[in-house]
């Protein structure tokens, strides 16, 4: 049986019968109010700048809506 951990949108909530996310939620650039998911050091969005990794709700809609 798949234990699911609580509702959310970052790693700790992603982690679904211990196999963890294959993205960190961080920042781009001087826009720090954005967190975006990071995968092999790039936000998945495209959005540009040096990645700063965050323990936050992901906030970029452009992010939200890729897996």
Known sequence: MERQGAKGDGPRHALVG??????IPGTAGDDVMTVHKV???RPV?????EVDEWRRAITCPACLTTE
């Not at 211990?18 to 993205?23: A, C, R, S």
Request: one cysteine or more.
């Open 18 to 23: 211990n196999v963890p996310p294959d993205w």
């Open 39 to 41: 995968r092999d050091g």
């Open 45 to 49: 969005c495209g959005a540009t700048g």
